[in-house]
């Protein structure tokens, strides 16, 4: 059960190049979240996603796009990477939205992008 | 005001020690809590997780919620070296319709136990 996975795990950009970082899950779970991790700031939502083809702004969404045609692929694009987007990237799904007290977002391992 | 705060720490306790990690929320409407572990060079895991005032006891790890000053937290008994990691406290949020929501996450207590 491989559950949910990140690529890659590592990256190191140029300012200004496009990045897309990939998230795959195998429990066909309807929810998926982005986030990123940095000092000072903790983990903060970028895009979250209800199901394939519905997603919506978390709290820093500028300068990122995200698709989700199918619903175990939830990819996150950096249009023109800026060095302020370095950072640990970290995906997360859920099954459902806290329907059950036994519900939670299990995370990836994390994409440690660097943008030069 | 962020929406939820955690005292950043860091935190270094010697093994044994009773550990006792806090937040703070200012939103009313956020319902759900949840206490995360986060290891070095890790993706975080949920430790604790409820949806109520009062006490929930896994272990050696009590989350307590009081909604009537906003506060939570995590004690954890008889801390080992194993314990050592990044503790996050978070809290979801649902909309109206209950067919979606998100999680806001304070910024992490680093927790050292020392054998």
């Known amino acids: 059960d491989a559950g949910i996975t990140q690529s890659p795990r590592y990256k190191i950009t140029e300012t200004g190049r496009q990045v897309t970082l990939m998230c795959h899950q195998t429990?066909?779970?309807?929810?998926m979240f982005w986030y990123r991790q940095d000092l000072g700031h903790g983990l903060r939502l970028i895009y979250y996603?209800?199901?394939?083809?519905?997603?919506d702004k978390g709290e820093v969404p500028d300068g990122y796009v995200v698709s989700r045609s199918k619903t175990e692929n939830f990819p996150l694009t950096l249009e023109s990477a800026t060095r302020s987007q370095t950072s640990v990237y970290f995906c997360a799904s859920s099954e459902t939205a806290f329907q059950r007290r036994t519900d939670t977002q299990y995370f990836g391992p994390g994409t440690r992008l660097t943008v030069l | 005001q962020k929406e939820v705060e955690q005292d950043p720490g860091p935190l270094s306790v010697p093994e044994g020690a009773i550990v006792s990690l806090n937040c703070t929320y200012s939103n009313s409407a956020f319902q759900y809590f949840m206490w995360y572990r986060q290891y070095s060079r890790k993706g975080p895991e949920l430790l604790m997780y409820t949806y109520s005032s009062g006490n929930k006891e896994d272990g050696r790890f009590t989350a307590q919620v009081d909604k009537s000053s906003k506060y939570i937290s995590l004690f954890i008994r008889d801390s080992q070296p194993s314990d050592s990691a990044t503790y996050l406290c978070?809290?979801?949020?649902?909309?109206?319709?209950?067919?979606?929501?998100?999680?806001?996450f304070g910024k992490g207590t680093l927790l050292t136990v020392n054998p």
């Open positions: 429990w066909s779970h309807s929810y």
């Open positions: 996603s209800a199901a394939a083809d519905i997603t």
């Open positions: 978070a809290k979801a949020k649902l909309n109206s319709g209950g067919s979606n929501y998100k999680l806001t």
